[in-house]
Structure formats: structure tokens, C-alpha cells
């Protein structure tokens, strides 16, 4: 079992930067893919980013391509997530997760977090 807590959320400007964390309690994170996704009101939760158990591999979607960086740091059983040039479409819910699948889809995702409010203002 893998417990993770998101931190870092909250309000920002357009163009502003962020940097979501996720800390894992439990079985040690480096067994797990991880990934961030995204739900915004009335929408489908959806794809962010993924990164293998290395950190060697990552992925991301379309819309957040050149301007978020996925990363992890297993020493510190801890991922994050860089969001940078921040726009009004990326405020959402963000969650983290954790799984044996390295891939995009929320079933590939075993553990999650509670998530983090990201509010982009225009």
C-alpha cells in the first residue's frame, strides 16, 4: 500500500509558475510509475504527466508540453511537478498517482491522492 499527499496548489496569475509535490508513505515509491492528472468542473479527470520508476522515461500531454516538467526524487519517496507559463485552462483539481503501468490512463494507476486545488486567474 502507498499512501500520497499533494502540496503546493493554489492561486497564481496567468503566466505565473507553480510546483506541485507529492510525498509517499508506505511502500517505497521507487517500485511505482507515477503520474499527474487533472480534473476540472464538469470535466473527465485527464492525463498530465507520467514518469517511469527511474526517472529516465517521462510523458506528458499535448497541452502542457515545454511548459510542465515531471520529476521524482526516490531517496525522498517524493514526485513533483513543475508547472510553468501557467494559462486559465490549466486551473483544475491536480492529482497525484502511483502504479505498476507506466502510461496515461487513469486504470493504469493503483494509489492516488486526495488532490490540489490550482487556480489560474486571467
Known amino acids: 500500500q502507498v499512501q500520497l499527499v499533494e502540496s503546493g496548489g493554489g492561486l497564481v496569475q496567468a503566466g505565473g509558475s507553480l510546483r506541485l509535490a507529492c510525498a509517499a508513505s508506505?511502500?517505497?515509491?521507487?517500485?511505482?510509475?507515477m503520474g499527474w492528472f487533472r480534473q476540472a468542473p464538469g470535466k473527465e479527470r485527464e492525463f498530465v504527466a507520467a514518469?517511469?520508476?527511474?526517472?529516465?522515461?517521462?510523458n506528458y500531454a499535448d497541452a502542457v508540453k515545454g511548459r510542465f516538467t515531471i520529476s521524482r526524487d526516490n531517496a525522498k519517496n517524493t514526485g513533483y511537478l513543475q508547472m510553468n507559463s501557467l494559462k486559465s485552462e490549466d486551473t483544475a483539481v491536480y492529482y497525484c498517482?502511483?502504479?505498476?503501468?507506466?502510461?496515461?490512463?487513469?486504470?493504469?494507476?493503483?494509489?492516488w491522492g486526495q488532490g490540489t486545488q490550482v487556480t489560474i486567474s486571467s
Open positions: 514518469i517511469n520508476w527511474t526517472g529516465g522515461g517521462t
Open positions: 498517482a502511483a502504479g505498476g503501468i507506466y502510461g496515461v490512463a487513469v486504470r493504469d494507476y493503483d494509489y
Open positions: 508506505g511502500r517505497t515509491l521507487k517500485y511505482y510509475a
